[in-house]
């Protein structure tokens, strides 16, 4: 039985992700080696995702190494955020529009990434993820991007030899030694992020196009998955009304909904009514339900985290080009603008809440888990 774990996007709020794996770690045996045959990443998740892959042979501890990055997280480790590159890079974006919209030399963003690339470099073994796949500690590791020449959503995978490429619509996977480039395509979200260079084409975030965020674990030979959702819950569901329009903020803040959250949660949900579907067949015909398709098990972490409400308090903790950038767009005031906050916020206390919270949830659902790996409950 092979293990898919799916990592979706999120930006900061990939810090939850951390929290989860802490507690299904605990819950594992002390040295345990990693449960997950199949790791899937996109976005922040690729990078959560690589980390886990480079330390397979010791779960816990490979799960502590990424813990250690996001709890000692700093905005300036992440981008150059001081006002005078915000508004150089602001100015470039600016200079876009008059011509044509191409950018000579660098890609067109936001912020500059590169203390990212560093600090990635620095902390992330790529060359053992290999080893431990050779080891058998691990099948493969998919990390998706988007590629912007042809629209492709594209998962670069390093695995076992025998898994071959696929190609279903406009969803590929191409077999690849993975690098810190990959990390930086996955997680470029556009015009925030510069948009990364891999074999003469530019890739962008991985949640983009992403219409089928399951698929790659299951293209890559995962029976069952565990999911780890980044959707926030806010403490209410009724529309308040707003005299006002939407804060540019608040309008972004949906955007990355939408490409973050809302296709991971489609396709469970069309996950589950296959799985339902193949129920219904196999009662009625078990031999031909058998010999075609079977269902998925799966393990969904959902947050119980208000994101927004968490983020607003938190942005005081950025630096202040950064914030007053934030602030001027809506971003952590009474108009819903700390969704955007909430993918932004880079920052260790902040991270460091989400990890808390992702243990907690994770906790919670501790009898879920053990039962779907088979662990043994504590006398």
């Keep these: 039985m092979k293990t898919g ?29 990693n449960p997950f045959s199949i790791i899937s990443g996109t976005s922040a998740g690729a990078i959560n995702a690589v980390a886990l892959a480079s330390s397979a042979n010791n779960f816990r501890l490979g799960v502590k190494k990424v813990e250690k990055i996001w709890s000692t997280l700093h905005v300036n480790r992440v981008v150059k955020a001081r006002a005078i590159d915000l508004f150089a890079n602001g100015m470039r974006l600016t ?6 919209g191409i950018a000579r030399k660098r890609p067109l963003a936001l912020l500059d990434n590169e203390p990212l690339r560093e600090m990635l470099s620095h902390v ?24 912007y020449a042809t629209g492709n959503s594209v998962s670069f995978f390093q695995g076992n030899p025998e898994i071959r490429h696929w190609r279903r619509g406009k969803r590929i996977g191409v ?11 996955s997680s470029a979200i556009p015009s925030v992020f510069p ?5 003469r084409q530019y890739f962008g975030d991985g949640s983009l196009r992403q219409l089928a965020p399951l698929s790659p674990a299951l293209k890559l030979g995962a029976d069952r998955i565990v999911v780890i959702g980044v959707r926030g819950h806010s403490k209410t569901s009724i529309a308040v009304r707003r005299d006002h329009v939407p804060s540019m903020a608040q309008t972004l803040g949906h955007i990355f909904n939408s490409a973050f959250i809302d296709s991971l949660e489609g396709d469970l949900d069309n996950l589950l009514r296959i799985n339902e579907l193949l129920g219904v067949i196999h ?9 075609l398709l079977k269902p ?7 947050p119980s985290v208000d994101f ?3 983020a607003s308090e938190h942005i005081s903790d950025l630096p202040r080009g950064l914030r007053t950038v934030l602030r001027a767009m809506g971003a952590g005031n009474k108009s819903g603008g700390g969704n955007l906050a909430s993918y932004l916020l880079f920052e260790s206390m902040y991270c460091k809440e989400l990890i808390q919270y992702g243990y907690s949830d994770a906790m919670a659902d501790a009898d879920s888990i053990r039962q779907f790996f088979g662990l043994q409950s504590p006398l």
Excluded at 95 to 100: E, H, R, T
Excluded at 124 to 147: H, K, P
Excluded at 175 to 185: G, K, N, Q, T
């Design 5 to 33: 774990l799916v990592l979706s996007g999120g930006g900061a709020r990939g810090a939850y992700q951390v929290g989860v794996l802490k507690a299904i770690a605990d819950l594992h045996p002390k040295h345990a080696s």
């Design 95 to 100: 200079g876009s529009l008059f011509n044509k």
């Design 124 to 147: 992330i073994r790529f060359n053992n993820i290999q080893s431990r796949i050779d080891a058998g500690y691990l099948e493969a590791v998919a990390i998706t991007a988007s590629s």
């Design 175 to 185: 077999p690849a030694i993975l690098d810190v480039r990959h990390l930086l395509a």
């Design 195 to 199: 948009a990364e260079k891999i074999h």
């Design 283 to 291: 009662n009625e015909s078990p031999h031909f339900a058998g010999a």
């Design 296 to 302: 998925i098990d799966t393990l969904v972490i959902r």
């Design 308 to 310: 927004d409400r968490l």
